[in-house]
């Protein structure tokens, strides 16, 4: 997570590559960022499979960005949202993005706006390409966002077999690189930095709202608070 908050962060909706059920939550994640200022939904709103849009956008302060179908097959939103981001970034008037779609063909965007250092949050489905998942700032997905908010009996893992064991070997590696007291404990701000540039990781995907929860549910580490409210974390095996 970032350290200070951001102030113009400009909110980007694929509405034909995701749901508006979403929207609630990612405009929360958003919020703890800064202020969402620009809000903006792209697709053929002509369509009837987009008419969910209409009271979403209204309720959310959305603006909807029309784009009609040039061809039989292909639509203009893409080009139309990249081309919005770029003149976003070059006129210098957001300090962050939040892009909203599972289509991996933002992927050449995201890696464009973060060679400039901007910091962007992708969401979307878990069929998103990996590539597009990686190269975000952090990727979350919708469905868990979702979830999360009508969790009520603690967090719990989530994902299967596989995507847990990259979690458990990612954290492990991050806690491995990490700095280390004379007794084995490494700062846990220092651990989520090392997780966070090694890949889009964020805890909110496997069911815990911070860090600080995730370890508290791993049996192989031992949290210590100390001066100032430093949360230091030690492997036991």
């Known amino acids: 997570m970032v350290d200070t908050e951001l102030k113009n962060i400009a909110l980007l909706i694929d509405a034909d590559n995701t749901s508006p059920k979403g929207i609630d939550p990612v ?3 958003m919020a703890k960022l800064g202020q969402v200022n620009i809000r903006r939904a792209y697709g053929n709103f002509a369509k009837s499979n987009l008419a969910n849009w209409e009271k979403i956008t209204n ?3 959305i603006s909807p960005q029309q784009h009609f179908d040039v061809s039989k097959g292909k639509n203009a ?3 139309a949202m990249t081309i919005d981001a770029i003149d976003l970034l070059y006129q210098r008037k957001v300090d962050g993005f939040g892009i909203m779609s599972s289509d991996g063909d933002f992927t050449p965007l995201v890696t464009r706006l973060r060679q400039e250092g901007v910091i962007v949050y992708g969401f979307g489905e878990k069929k998103t390409p990996e590539p597009f998942q990686a190269v975000c700032t952090r990727f979350l997905f919708i469905d868990d966002l979702i ?3 009508t969790q009520s009996d603690g967090p719990k893992k989530r994902g299967d077999k596989n995507e847990l064991k990259k ?3 990612l954290v492990n590696a991050a806690h491995a690189e990490a700095k280390k007291d004379e007794n084995g404990f490494a700062r846990l701000s220092q651990i989520g930095q090392i997780a966070g540039n090694r890949s889009s990781f964020d805890v909110r995907n496997y069911g815990f709202k911070n860090l600080r929860e995730l370890f508290e549910a791993m049996e192989n580490f031992a ?3 100390r001066e100032g409210n430093q949360i230091y974390v030690k492997r036991l095996r």
């Open 167 to 169: 979690l458990d070997a």
């Open 223 to 225: 949290l210590e608070k």
């Open 77 to 79: 939103t893409d080009m």
């Open 59 to 61: 309720d959310f302060g």
């Open 27 to 29: 405009l929360t994640v």
């Open 147 to 149: 979830a999360s908010t």
